[in-house]
């Protein structure tokens, strides 16, 4: 079975591991800061930078917890339209920009740049706004020599979307007024000790990892050990259980963790995947090239039939493939973002992990054939 996320016991037991994960953003970076949530990140970020009443820019295509943020600092949210290749829709922006938008983000979709980027960012120094560069999804992700993250005025990662952590991402402050600016609040820098949310984890990864081959009971397990039924459905409830700081067990691993090895591994499933889909017609790969030094978060398809597609994968015994993403009410119900809606019930997503081993995608795609 393909597993939806990489195992917190195989990585204990890959050897050797050198130089890890922080010293390599830090060599990337300008200026960065640990979280527990990329959304804790975003908010410290922008509080120095922005007064309530103004206005802030996000693409309408994005989970519905990410606006949360904004809205605690009392900024409005307006969001904007994108064009089919996920760049953003700039006539749409222009509109939506005024003397009170403080702030406009991009986002590095999938662990891929933002397509369009280099239009947008000069419209944005036309309105003299801060760029946030919401790379949430591509921690490693690194595009002709610039990290993704480190491209606007500030930005976050989250590495828990790549590695087998509870939680855990980064604030990048891009600019020495932005770094200037901050005011780091409670949920900055690293627990001092284990929680007991750490050792839950190490729990649901030894559970997961011995009763993979079965997705009914990998959903009790999850009941079990994480004490709850499922994930609120509640965008500002998820907002307020990630305000923590990054726990000590994630600080760890991210310390030895080895990027070359995770973006080589990532690659070769993303490229896996790639000979898979090549000829289905019924199935369209979102990103049919991978540029080097891109770190994949996970193999992103669009489909018109996604159940058909998910059932077929689920049955060749492909764990954790999904719809993408959940957006927020505002989005879903306004015709305005009718494309955002089609893309998140077309889009599905399929894991690339650094713990699945390439082959296993060639037999799925044999027995696809
Ligand atoms: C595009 C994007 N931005 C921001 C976030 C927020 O990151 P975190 O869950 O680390 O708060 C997410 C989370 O799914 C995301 O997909």
New binding site residues.
């Given amino acids: 079975m393909i597993s939806e996320s990489p195992s917190l016991f195989v990585w204990s037991l890959s050897e050797p591991r050198p130089a890890g994960i922080e010293s390599f953003l830090d060599h990337h970076a300008n200026a960065m800061t640990p979280?527990?949530?990329?959304?804790?990140?975003?908010r410290d970020g922008l509080a120095g930078l922005v007064e309530p009443g103004e206005n802030v820019l996000i693409p309408a295509y994005?989970?519905d917890?990410?606006c949360e943020p904004f809205q605690e600092l009392g900024l409005e949210i307006r969001y904007y339209r994108l064009e089919e290749t996920l760049a953003p829709n700039l006539a749409d922006v222009e509109r939506r920009l005024d003397d009170e938008t403080a702030a406009v983000m991009s986002?590095n979709?999938f662990g891929f740049p933002q397509p369009g980027l280099e239009e947008f960012t000069a419209l944005l120094e036309e309105y003299d706004c801060y760029h946030i560069d919401?790379n949430?999804?591509a921690p490693l992700s690194v595009d002709n020599g610039t990290l993704l993250g480190t491209r606007g005025d500030l930005g976050?990662t989250?590495l828990?979307?790549i590695l087998p952590i509870p939680?855990?991402?980064v604030l990048y402050c891009n600019t020495d007024a932005v770094a200037d600016a901050l005011e780091p609040s409670s949920l900055a820098g690293v627990s001092e000790t284990f929680r007991l949310s750490d050792y839950q984890f190490i729990a649901k990864s030894f559970a997961l990892d011995l009763l993979n081959k079965s997705t009914v009971v990998r959903q009790s397990v999850d009941t079990l050990v994480a004490g709850h039924s499922s994930v609120s459905p509640d965008p500002s409830a998820r907002?307020e259980a990630?305000k923590t700081t990054m726990s000590k067990l994630s600080a760890r691993v991210i310390e030895k963790a080895n990027p070359d090895s995770i973006r080589a591994s990532r690659r070769a499933n993303y490229r896996a995947w790639l000979r898979l889909f090549d000829h289905r017609s019924d199935v369209d790969v979102l990103f049919e090239s991978l540029p080097n030094g891109l770190c994949p978060q996970v193999f992103p398809v669009r489909t018109p039939n996604p159940a058909q597609l998910l059932d077929t994968l689920e049955q060749a015994g492909v764990g954790g493939a999904h719809t993408?993403?959940r957006l927020s009410s505002t989005v879903e119900n306004d015709p305005t973002y009718e494309l955002s809606s089609r893309l998140a019930s077309e889009v599905v997503v399929l894991p690339v992990h650094q713990h699945i081993d390439p082959t296993s995608i060639d037999v799925v795609g044999e027995q696809l054939h």
């Fill in positions: 979280y527990g949530s990329g959304k804790s990140a975003l994005l989970p917890a990410v986002v979709y919401d949430a999804h976050i989250s828990w979307k939680n855990g991402s907002y990630s993408w993403p």
